[in-house]
């Protein structure tokens, strides 16, 4: 039934694009033109990974556990070939709406949306713009408002720099308002692949019984290839409608998140930096999430305290008749807001740190691009101290290294 929804989409769109190259009629206003690319990707790990997609979207080495001789199991290498990030994407362009110029994208990947649906087809981006003289308003899938596509890690690894970037795509309406080179941005949002962590483990479910999106506000300046840029995010959810003991309740967690971020493009080099502060973030590809504050004895109603953390990055790159790139990222765990009582929920809370560093290069011609790059990722894996706001303690850091070769043919 996959299969066959495929082909109908794929055929729907290749034929309304072939209609729409067709009519010469110079007052047609509507078309649809594909791009997207294949890629190959073959990758070796020196340690188990905590990663999805058999391996393909890695966030961080697997912590140290020992067998009875004292032996590290996740010592163990692994590796994988995989081409689930080969991509098709469809813009359209249609004719205006009162007097706004509209557009529209649909964007599906191979990349599924979970390891029982590896190879599948889901979507990626999917929304209609109309664009004003000077604001634009955005409704549809797209990515979430705290990746800035045009300051993110330009990494061979699909991971795009995650878990020190943001990483997300969310239904939303966005609205964008420029005046001159500064550029204002509003969004609401909510979960959809990406979402929070909770009692049931990860589900939508949370945001949407809080009955409020996440609400995104953003400013940039752009000049030429040139970008700088602060905002910040309010979101909340609520982990139980009901309590384990069958009563009602509607405690919410509210939490916070900030960025700022800058790009600067020298002739063929590009150098990006990014700062981001928060908590709860782990809907966002992060680690954290909370912890229960307190338990009502007598109902089981629980209050929730959320985990901060602070991540950083760094990239710069030189691109002209070849590539050459260096990533460098470090993330820290704050520790939850108030002390809790040791029940956490969220992605790799007993992380006190993580650091990365990962070179490529990248050789090109036409439509044809090879590369390479060597990932190194340290983790520093303890035990919480609850008595001391969730701080992670008697860590012990652990490292994977990833080469990973990638074949590009984009059209």
């Not at 599948?120 to 408002?145: C, M």
């Not at 550029?183 to 009955?211: C, H, K, V, W």
Request: hydrophobic share 35%; aromatic share 14%.
């Amino acid at each position: 039934m996959k299969k066959l929804l495929l082909l109908i989409f794929v055929s729907v769109l290749v034929l309304s694009s072939l209609d729409a190259i067709g009519q010469d009629k110079p007052d047609s206003k509507f078309g649809i033109s594909f791009s997207g690319f294949v890629k190959s990707d073959f990758f070796y790990d020196s340690r188990q990974t905590q990663s999805a997609r058999e391996g393909h979207f890695f966030l961080f080495p697997e912590k140290e556990v020992l067998d009875k001789n004292g032996e590290d199991i996740n010592a163990k290498p692994n590796f994988n070939f995989l081409n689930l990030q080969t991509r098709i994407t469809g813009k359209i362009t249609g004719p205006d709406f009162f007097d706004a110029k509209t557009s529209g994208l649909i964007e599906g990947e191979f990349f599924g949306t979970s390891d029982g649906d590896l190879n599948g087809f889901r979507l990626r981006h999917a929304f209609v713009k109309l664009d004003w003289e000077n604001t634009s308003l955005l409704a549809g899938q797209f990515w979430h408002p705290m990746f800035v596509a045009d300051c993110s890690p330009a990494t061979i690894s699909f991971n795009t720099g995650a878990p020190f970037q943001p990483f997300a795509r969310n239904p939303q309406i966005r609205l964008t308002q420029k005046a001159g080179n500064i550029s204002i941005i509003a969004a609401l949002a909510m979960e959809r692949d990406f979402q929070s962590p909770g009692p049931n483990g990860y589900s939508t479910s949370y945001m949407r019984n809080a009955g409020i999106p996440d609400a995104n506000l953003q400013f940039q300046y752009k000049s030429g290839d040139n970008l700088f840029g602060f905002g910040g995010q309010f979101k909340m959810i609520e982990p139980r409608t009901v309590t384990t003991k069958n009563v009602i309740t509607s405690e919410k967690l509210t939490s916070y998140g900030a960025m700022a971020f800058g790009k600067l493009k020298f002739d063929d080099v590009t150098f990006k930096i990014e700062g981001v502060y928060g908590n709860n973030m782990a809907d966002l590809m992060m680690l954290g999430g909370y912890a229960v504050k307190s338990i009502d004895t007598t109902t089981n109603k629980e209050t929730y305290t959320p985990i901060n953390v602070f991540s950083g990055w760094a990239e710069i790159s030189y691109v002209k008749n070849f590539e050459l790139g260096l990533f460098a990222g470090y993330l820290k765990n704050l520790g939850t807001t108030d002390n809790n009582l040791g029940t956490y929920y969220g992605r790799a809370t007993n992380v006190d740190y993580q650091f990365r560093i990962s070179p490529r290069v990248g050789i090109f011609s036409g439509k044809t691009k090879i590369a390479f790059e060597l990932e190194t990722t340290m983790a520093a894996f303890g035990t919480n101290d609850n008595n001391d706001k969730g701080k992670v303690i008697n860590t012990k850091t652990v490292t994977n290294v990833r080469g990973l070769l990638s074949f590009i043919y984009s059209f």
